[in-house]
């Protein structure tokens, strides 16, 4: 699924309900969606902005940050979601016992 997009020369991020918005308009929470959404789901893509071009600049600078953190976080998908699950096991085994 295209979490990040180049459409009309705007940067858009996907948000939840599969509703896009500008790149410039993201809360802080809905970048800790993105980066949930892209820890659990295999499929994920960013249109690239070499390719496409984004008119204003602001747009520009944070469509670059934020799709270059969300592809490092996909390279890592793997090691992040087995240390999340490591995590909660630990927590079940230290918490769930009495």
Excluded: C, W
């Excluded at 939840?16 to 802080?28: A, F, P, R």
């Amino acid at each position: 699924m295209k979490i990040l997009k180049i459409e009309d020369k705007k940067g858009l991020y996907m948000k939840k309900g599969s509703d896009y918005e500008t790149i410039d308009k993201i809360t802080k929470e809905e970048l800790f969606d993105l980066i949930e959404f892209v820890v659990d789901n295999n499929e994920t893509e960013f249109d690239d902005s070499s390719v496409s071009e984004i008119v204003n600049p602001a747009q520009k600078i944070i469509y670059d940050n934020i799709k270059a953190r969300l592809h490092e976080i996909k390279l890592q998908r793997e090691t992040i979601s087995s240390n999340k699950n490591k995590i909660y096991l630990e927590a079940i085994e230290k918490y769930g016992k009495k």
